[in-house]
C-alpha cells in the first residue's frame, strides 16, 4: 500500500496538467461526456487501478465498467512489476545497448562493433564489405537516433562525433516478413517472466515499419497482439494516432490472418535469453525474423504495457493484466 501511494504521489507531483486537460477535452469532444464527470474519474482511475490520464485516453477506460478496468494492465501496475522483478544493479544489460549486444551476442547472429574512439582501422575492417550498416546511440529508446547509413573512409569520425557508437550489420530480413513490410525490420515482442529460473512467455505483438527504417510504435509504427497458440494475428493494426489498418498501407498484404514465420524458435530463443541475466527477470524482447532463423534486436528492462491491449484488439474490453495473473500465480 505504501508502494502504491509513494507512486501516485510521484505521479501527482510531476503530472503535466496541461496534457491532463487536453486529455479531457478530447475525450469529451469524442464522447460528449461531461468534463467535471471525466475529471473525477480519471482521479479515480489512477486511485483505484493506478492509471494515468494516459491510460484512461489510450485504453478507452471512460468506456469500461468497474470488472473491465480491473483487468487492464496499467502504467501503476507495470511499474510496480518492473520494481519487484529487476534489480536496478543489473538493468545495465539492457540500458546500454553496446552491453546488450555483448551480453547476448550468440543471440543476435549479426556483426557488430563498439566505437570506442580508439578502433578506426577496425571499424574500417568491420565497413569493407557492407554496402550499409545500422548506426545507434548506445543509451535512448523509441528507436531515437537509429539510422541506415552508406559508409566511407569519413564515416568513424562523424559517427564519434554524433555519439553514435554501435555499429551493426544490417539485418536481412526473411521473405515472410518483407512481403508484409520491406522498408523496415518487423519485430515480434514478446514478454517473459523468469523467477526462480522458471521462465515463461506471458504475451506477444507483431511491431510493424510503415514508411520509416524503424518499427517503433512511438516512431510510426503500427502494433498488433499474437495469439500465442496459432502464431497468428486476428485483428488489425493500430498506430499511435488510433487509425487501424486490415492491410499495409504501402504493400496491401493483409495483416488480419498474418502467421509468425518460426515462432517455436522465437519462443525457444527469447527463453533462453532470459535466462542470461535471472536477476532481471520481466523482460521485453524485440525479435526479427532473418534470413538467418529469429534473432535479438533488442531487450527492455521496462517493458510498455501498452501495446498489447490497445481499444481495436480487446475482446469485450478485457486487458491482458489476467494474463499476467496466471503467470504470477505460477
Known sequence: MFEKISYLSKRIVKMNYKKFFDVINRIH???????????????????????????????????????????????????HLVKKYNDPNYIHYFVNKNEFDKKFNKFLKRDWLYLDGNNEEEFNKFIKDKKEIIVKPI???????????????????????????????????????????PNSVNTVRVITFNENDQCTIVVACLRIGNKKIIDNFNGGGMVVPINLKTHKVEFPAVDK?????????????DIVGFEIPEFKKIEKLVLEASKQVPQVGYIGWDVAISKKGPCLVEGNEFPSHDLFQLPPHSTDGIGILPEFQKVLKK
Not at 489510450?58 to 501496475?77: D, E, H, P, V
Not at 528507436?143 to 555499429?167: A, R
Open 29 to 79: 469532444q469524442k464522447t460528449n461526456k461531461n468534463r467535471v464527470v471525466l475529471f473525477f474519474d480519471i482521479v479515480y482511475c489512477g486511485l483505484r487501478y493506478q492509471a494515468g490520464y494516459t491510460d484512461y485516453e489510450s485504453f478507452a477506460m471512460y468506456n469500461l465498467n468497474s470488472k473491465q478496468r480491473k483487468t487492464i494492465l496499467t502504467r501503476g501496475i507495470n511499474n
Open 139 to 181: 543509451d535512448g529508446t523509441h528507436g531515437d537516433g537509429v539510422k541506415k547509413i552508406k559508409p566511407n573512409k569519413n564515416t568513424y569520425k562523424k559517427l564519434i562525433k554524433e555519439k553514435l557508437l554501435l555499429v551493426e550489420e544490417v539485418i536481412q530480413q526473411s521473405e515472410e516478413m518483407n512481403k508484409l513490410n
Open 241 to 253: 494516432d488510433g487509425h487501424v489498418y486490415y492491410k499495409h498501407p504501402v504493400t496491401k498484404t
